[in-house]
């Protein structure tokens, strides 16, 4: 069985620009979450996306925003980006929500210069 | 809210010899999970164990294993005949039961010496 998979791997940006990331669970799972990795802040979560809905987001500002498609597969989309964002972001699927164990994908490492 | 706290930034131990990282929560929640994460340095994050706070019975994966002390809100992992493939970011990471959120310890690099 295929694990997550996170498109694209590496995103170079400039200030200002948006970027979509997007994130295919493994097959059958229906909830995704979003994680930021960096080195100051460490690993903090964005939001969760059950059957098209958000779930549960993180303390992030408006400009990171989300969705789910009916396939399950997630996209997230920062706007008006900032240096600061540049960072790994992560995706974890898991079968349904509360108590099954997330898969994690390899991450997009995305840099805003 | 919840906090995790991970004292030991880095770690080093020779190869074959038994390592401890430490990991201390704090909730005010009764049911919830307790997970080890290792990431190595390609970055695919990995779950090692997992614990559900209402064992007693602290969890078992062949070479590691954790020492929860619930009262105490510890949750450290021992590795045992430690390997090179064991070098990696190891996280320590909670959950609330019936949330999809994990809330991560800033990590220890652990490198295991040839």
């Known amino acids: 069985k295929a694990g997550v998979t996170q498109t694209p791997r590496y995103l170079i940006k400039t200030r200002g620009q948006q970027v979509t990331l997007s994130c295919s669970p493994i097959s059958g799972h229906r909830s995704v979450s979003w994680y930021q990795q960096t080195p100051g802040q460490g690993l903090q979560f964005l939001f969760e996306y059950f059957s098209e809905t958000q779930r549960n987001k993180g303390n992030f500002p408006g400009r990171f925003s989300g969705r789910q498609f009916s396939n399950s597969r997630s996209e997230m989309n920062v706007s008006t980006l900032e240096l600061g964002d540049s960072a790994l972001y992560l995706c974890a699927s898991s079968r349904d929500r509360g108590n099954n164990e997330q898969f994690f994908g390899p991450g997009t490492r995305l840099t805003v210069l | 809210a919840q906090t995790v706290t991970q004292s030991q930034p880095e770690m080093s131990v020779q190869e074959a010899e038994t390592v401890t990282l430490s990991c201390t929560y704090d909730t005010s929640e009764n049911n919830y999970y307790l997970f080890w994460y290792k990431q190595p340095p390609s970055r695919q994050m990995i779950l090692v164990i997992r614990q559900e706070a209402y064992k007693q019975q602290n969890a078992t994966e062949n070479r590691f294993s954790v020492n929860f002390q619930k009262a105490a809100k510890s949750f450290s992992l021992k590795i045992s005949d430690s390997q090179l493939g064991d070098t990696a970011m190891y996280f320590c990471?909670?959950?609330?039961?019936?949330?999809?959120?994990?809330?991560f310890g800033t990590g220890t690099r652990l490198t295991i010496i040839p």
């Open positions: 990471a909670f959950r609330i039961v019936g949330n999809e959120k994990l809330t």
